[in-house]
């Protein structure tokens, strides 16, 4: 009974949809999903003069840092940064595995991975819960301790804009790992 179908991309719209039975006089239009630049703004912006950055920004930046500096030994180091869900499409075991492998890599920079919010993997889907038990596994398979964030939480209106920020200001860079990304909206946020 809709007038009008809105679907983020033209795979969801044909794919994803097309499944369903549908009136062929049923509107669809796909309008991608942007990102907010209010939120997602440059880090060098905290140097700039006469520029207001609302507080809730100012404390997310401290709470990220103090979360990510008590998973590392050298939290100077340039951060390697994955956010996405836990989900194995996400390919993350793939990230961490390289990051393992190379030593090099290893005392060059520190590898943070935001996998979705948690609080007892047990309780996750399963799904989840064999992604991060795996990345777990490898964090111990290659001895990554000291050099692999995997934080519990972080809120997406304010923490996530900063840990982009605080990868950029670190010179570290952001790593999307997906098998497939039908919109990777964390490459745009990055």
Do not use: W
């Not at 033209?10 to 991608?32: A, N």
């Not at 140097?47 to 979360?67: G, L």
């Not at 777990?136 to 398979?141: F, H």
Request: aromatic share 12%; net charge negative.
């Amino acid at each position: 009974v809709a007038d009008l179908v809105i679907a983020s991309t033209r795979d969801e719209r044909d794919r994803q949809y097309g499944d369903y039975p549908v009136d062929p006089s049923l509107r669809f239009e796909v309008i991608p999903p942007g990102i907010d630049l209010q939120r997602f703004f440059p880090y060098y912006e905290y140097a700039m003069p006469d520029t207001e950055i609302d507080e809730r920004f100012k404390q997310a930046r401290v709470r990220m840092t103090n979360e990510l500096a008590r998973f590392f030994f050298a939290p100077e180091k340039p951060l390697i940064l994955a956010l996405c869900r836990p989900d194995r499409r996400k390919n993350i075991n793939a990230l961490i595995e390289a990051y393992g492998e190379s030593k090099e890599l290893q005392a060059i920079a520190n590898l943070a991975v935001f996998a979705g919010i948690r609080h007892d993997i047990e309780a996750q889907p399963e799904n989840e819960k064999l992604v991060l038990t795996d990345m777990l596994l490898a964090m111990d398979r290659y001895d990554l301790y000291g050099k692999l964030a995997i934080p519990k939480n972080h809120d997406s209106e304010f923490d996530v804009p900063e840990i982009y920020r605080l990868a950029a200001r670190s010179r570290g860079i952001f790593a999307n790992t997906a098998f497939i990304e039908l919109f990777g909206l964390t490459a745009i946020e990055a």
